[in-house]
Structures are given as C-alpha cells and as structure tokens.
C-alpha cells in the first residue's frame, strides 16, 4: 500500500503525559501536514514541512507540541504534558511538489489521542 | 480558524435522491477541494475546482465555485446509502505556496436506503 499511513491509530494517556505520533507520507511526496480534528468540526491546520524543512507553524502549535521531520521522509509530532484539551483526531496529509498536483492533499487514517 | 462555512450542517435524504451542500469562505484563493470523511476515518479528495474554473464534474460529483461571491457547491446525483459520510470543502488561500488547506466544518450527509 502506497497511501499515508499514521501509527498509532488510538492513543490513551493520562494528563501530563508525553505522546509522540508518527506519520509516513506518500514516498514521493515532499510535502507534509499535520491538522487536528475535534468531533462535529473539520480539520484545522497545525504545521506543514517540505522536505526536512518546517515552513509553517498555527498559532494552535503550543510549545507544548513540537513536529519533526528530520529526513524528509517520516514526521513525529510530539505534544508535551498533555491536558484533557488535546484530545482529538491528529491527520496527517502529504502532497507532490509539482505545481500540477495544485496542492492536493492525500490524507492518512489519523491517530485519534484521548486525554484522561 | 475556519474559514469556511458550510450549509447545511446536517442533510438526510432518501436513496437515488440529489444532495446539494454549499460553502462559503473568506479570502481570494486558488482553488477549492472537496473531502469525504467516513465516521472516525481519514478524510479523501473528492474533486478540486481552480479559481478560474466555474464548474467541474466527475462521476456522480458536480461542483461549482463563484469567487465574486466567494461560495461552492457539491452536488452529488442519485445518491447512495455509501455516499453517508460527512463532506468538507477546503480552500487553497491565494497566499499559500503548496500549505495548509483551510477547512470549513462539514456537511455531515445520512443517506437512507
């Protein structure tokens, strides 16, 4: 399977704990997303990476969560100290880099983390 | 935040009949996309309309996009008890050079055989 693939798929941790996620983009793909997902809302953006490089960080990016991608290949995003409000589904997404994939984003299953 | 605005939230219809959901956004973009997310799953691309692009169709899926009014709509024709799932239109800021996609919050469609 060539899709975006995401481990874990379900996260259960108690307040104050470190979880880290790992994402495995598309093999061709340069570009990397990470979005959050809480129930009943849609995806909303969190940082991107092409190749090993982050260019964009959200204002929701506390500094309570770092994202890597030192490779530029797989990504882990690490949230520190987790509180009850982390909770929700992480989605990661990768792209091409050619202009013609007009920013199409390939979606994986998601790891879905619950704060207790 | 959301820059999208999707209505209506919520739409149930009966097998074989049409959905029609709409979105609204903000900023000048290059283009919109179309997502499906089956419940708890991941989200996948339905269809992408560019901004100098007023109508596009694929398969059952007819989208159409008016940036003087900055709105979209999905249809998707003779519906099917798959096609249960929620839908979400993202945009591509005019801005961005290959980043984030903005997401509106859903349209969340139950279709019933």
């Known amino acids: 399977d060539t899709g975006v693939s995401q481990d874990p798929r379900h996260k259960i941790t108690k307040r104050g704990q470190n979880v880290t996620f790992r994402c495995d983009p598309i093999?061709?793909?340069?570009?990397l997303y990470w979005y959050r997902q809480t129930l009943g809302q849609g995806p909303e953006f969190l940082t991107y990476f092409q190749n090993e490089a982050q260019l964009e960080k959200s204002r929701l990016l506390s500094d309570r969560f770092s994202a890597e991608r030192p490779k530029g290949s797989f990504s882990t995003l690490e949230i520190q100290r987790t509180e009850q409000g982390d909770s929700a589904m992480y989605l990661c997404?990768?792209?091409?880099?050619?202009?013609?994939?007009?920013?199409?984003?390939?979606f994986g299953p998601g790891t879905r983390l619950t704060v207790l | 935040s959301q820059q999208g605005e999707e209505d209506p939230q919520a739409l149930s219809i009966q097998e074989g009949e049409n959905a029609t959901m709409n979105c609204s956004y903000k900023t000048s973009i290059n283009n919109l996309q179309w997502y499906r997310q089956n419940s708890g799953r991941g989200l996948v691309h339905l269809i992408l309309?560019?901004?100098?692009?007023r109508e596009k169709h694929s398969g059952r899926l007819r989208v159409t996009l008016d940036t003087s009014k900055k709105s979209s709509s999905l249809l998707i024709t003779a519906s099917r008890a798959a096609d249960t799932a929620s839908y979400f239109c993202?945009?591509?800021?005019?801005?961005?050079?290959?980043?984030?996609?903005?997401f509106g919050q859903g349209t969340e469609l139950s279709v019933k055989p």
């Open positions: 993202a945009t591509d800021p005019d801005y961005n050079q290959g980043g984030k996609l903005i």
């Open positions: 309309i560019r901004s100098n692009e």
């Open positions: 997404a990768s792209s091409g880099l050619r202009l013609s994939h007009n920013n199409e984003q390939f």
């Open positions: 093999s061709e793909h340069n570009r």
